[in-house]
């Protein structure tokens, strides 16, 4: 079935460096993407989000960009600190009506490390 | 303020016994979901409750899974007969807007383990 998966698994990233953390998605209903950060142990914290009828929105230290023509999805992270390390999920919704309008469908996850 | 509890945070069961895992979501919010992580993997959605009403049980894996709301404030996944593939951590989540369309305040999980 349709889904969210990401590109890469695993990061490695120097501190200080920035981050991109890719998403690809299959599903052209859906309306709303969310970028997730879950630390071990941890339930998954907010970081990011996007409606589709955007195409980037950037917050503190981060950006999402999405490419609809592509159905592309990505995180930027700028100057990566060593508390960003965890692993990242992207997440998406599919229209406001029908099945699954409540449902967010979330990637595999990618493990970002920051080296000190 | 208080975030969204969940407890126990570790459960460990025997094949075949029943759990019952509560969430105290944030006060006043209206939506409340629940998710199965398994190791290594994303949330899968189980639930999701609109207050007292469970508005969506598609993601529920079997009918061995119950979840209730009725107060429209806690809620407990229950588990029957429980089995191996049942072991994950379990996430609630909730948000004081209707639908998924919004951030949503996780919980920090219970992990069950079914031996």
């Known amino acids: 079935g349709e889904s969210v998966g990401l590109h890469l698994p695993t990061l490695s990233v120097q501190e200080g460096d920035n981050s991109i953390i890719n998403c690809a998605y299959s599903?052209?209903?859906?309306?709303?993407f969310i970028w997730y950060k879950q630390e071990s142990g941890k339930g998954p914290q907010f970081i990011i989000d996007?409606?589709?009828?955007?195409d980037k929105r950037q917050g503190q230290r981060v950006t999402v960009l999405l490419n609809k023509t592509v159905k592309h999805l990505s995180l930027q992270i700028a100057a990566t600190q060593p508390g960003d390390s965890a692993v990242y999920f992207c997440?998406?919704?599919?229209?406001?009506?029908?099945?699954?309008?409540?449902?967010?469908?979330f990637g595999k996850g990618t493990k970002l490390s920051v080296i000190p | 303020g208080a975030g969204v509890s969940q407890s126990p945070r570790y459960k460990v069961a025997k094949r075949g016994q029943d759990v019952a895992l509560r969430c105290d979501p944030i006060?006043?919010?209206?939506?409340l979901f629940w998710y199965q992580q398994a190791l290594g993997q994303g949330p899968e959605f189980l639930t999701y409750?609109?207050?007292?009403?469970?508005?969506?049980k598609s993601g529920l894996p079997s009918d061995r899974f119950f979840a209730e709301r009725p107060e429209g404030s806690v809620s407990t996944l229950k588990i029957q007969r429980t089995q191996q593939e049942d072991s994950a951590v379990y996430l609630c989540?909730?948000?004081?807007?209707?639908?998924?369309?919004?951030?949503?305040?996780f919980g920090p999980g219970t992990r069950l383990t079914v031996t």
């Open positions: 996007i409606r589709s009828n955007m």
């Open positions: 989540a909730s948000s004081p807007y209707r639908g998924s369309s919004y951030e949503q305040y």
């Open positions: 409750f609109q207050n007292e009403a469970q508005l969506d």
């Open positions: 997440a998406e919704k599919k229209g406001d009506s029908g099945a699954g309008s409540y449902q967010l469908t």
């Open positions: 006060s006043g919010h209206v939506s």
């Open positions: 599903n052209s209903a859906s309306d709303y």
